[in-house]
């Protein structure tokens, strides 16, 4: 199979052939239909998250089940399915605490470049090598544990079906278990993939006015046809004098980094209001530190939390997307702005990079 692969952090992006074995007992060969470009991908390329290379990129995709081990019995040849990065286990300590976000096992998995299993099922000359996040979805195929599919309904498109396995989960699950109230006020700083689901989860959940900021004037655009009330350009005006213009120097109810940057959670965190919370989503590079003002916490009462994957069980919480999508509330087409055959993943990840806004779906 043709697979992209980031050989050594730094090194481009490369189109390359690779072997594939059968799934194991608890796994399943699906052929990939369409694959979301997430900038955690590049931040694997650019090293800036440390994982084991040579891998195969991608962990935001759908497609088609081709071949299921000897003790798969949910899942089917033929079925039609959104791959999650989080294989959760179900049995860990904090899948049983109510956490399968957090999952132990997931977390090792991701950490090694393995599957669920602990194996790693594509060869490049004949070597194993690490798939990201327990997937690598920028693949024709791709060899996953059960636990990292979910069926969905045959006749849904499979471009828009592949963003439910990371940028929607996450950013519509951020908002959905934040505590927003009907009738809120919300900041989302960076509309990006992430950015503008939690624009439309916040939407979803009720808020009453939704301030986006983002460098990108077609994210900005976005945004605003997917519920914010009022964009920002940071380029233009000092984000936090116009956050507090808008909403009469109180501050908003709700705020959220999607970047990654931690001068942008400062931001967030400032711009909340007295017994207001900030939620960082963005992931920053594992070594960076965060300096906000410690009187804030007590005498205004603030909270900063974080959301890893939305909070998300994507067997649960990927068919309720589903319904949210077919009865109007989520909108998936609009996200994607480009599309590319899986030669011109290269080109996807420069576009990705200089800013270029909206969603690249890496399409077979
Ligand atoms: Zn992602
Ligand atoms: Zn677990």
Redesign the pocket.
């Known amino acids: 199979m043709r697979a992209a692969v980031v050989s050594d952090y730094g090194e481009p992006v490369r189109i390359v052939s690779l072997e594939i074995d059968d799934p194991g007992p608890n796994e399943v060969l699906v052929e990939m239909r369409a694959s979301?470009v997430?900038?955690?991908?590049w931040h694997a390329v650019s090293g800036r998250l440390p994982l084991p290379v040579p891998m195969v990129l991608g962990?935001?995709g759908a497609g088609v089940v081709r071949k299921v081990g000897s003790r798969v019995r949910q899942i089917q040849p033929g079925d039609c399915v959104v791959l999650s990065?989080i294989p959760s286990c179900g049995s860990c300590w904090w899948c049983t605490d109510g956490h399968p976000e957090l999952c132990e096992r997931a977390n090792d998995a991701a950490v090694n470049g393995t599957l669920a299993s602990g194996d790693k099922r594509v060869r490049w000359d004949g070597t194993p090598i690490s798939v990201f996040?327990a997937t690598g979805t920028l693949a024709d195929f791709a060899v996953v544990s059960e636990r990292s599919v979910v069926t969905i309904p045959s006749d849904m498109p499979f471009e828009e079906a592949s963003l439910l396995?990371?940028?929607v989960q996450?950013g519509v699950g951020a908002a959905l278990r934040s505590p927003i109230r009907p009738g809120d006020t919300i900041l989302v700083v960076g509309a990006g993939?992430?950015g503008l689901n939690i624009v439309q989860g916040a939407r979803i959940r009720g808020a009453a006015k939704i301030i986006a900021v983002d460098l990108s004037a077609t994210n900005r655009e976005l945004a605003l046809s997917l519920g914010a009330t009022l964009t920002i350009n940071p380029a233009k005006d000092d984000p936090l004098l116009a956050i507090l213009d808008y909403t009469h120097d109180r501050g908003v109810d709700v705020a959220f980094e999607a970047v990654g940057q931690v001068e942008l959670v400062a931001l967030a965190f400032n711009a909340a209001r007295r017994g207001g919370t900030a939620v960082a989503i963005g992931v920053p590079a594992p070594n960076e530190n965060l300096s906000i003002n410690a009187f804030a916490f007590p005498s205004q009462e603030k909270t900063l939390t974080g959301s890893w994957y939305g909070g998300s069980f994507a067997p649960r919480d990927i068919p309720r997307l589903v319904e949210l999508w077919k009865s109007g509330h989520l909108r998936l087409a609009p996200l994607i702005k480009r599309r590319y055959r899986l030669d011109d993943t290269p080109k996807a990840f420069e576009d990705l990079i200089s800013g270029r806004g909206g969603r690249s779906v890496i399409a077979w």
Do not use: F, I, K, R
């Open positions: 979301g997430c900038h955690s991908d962990h935001e990065w996040s396995g990371c940028a996450t993939g992430v």
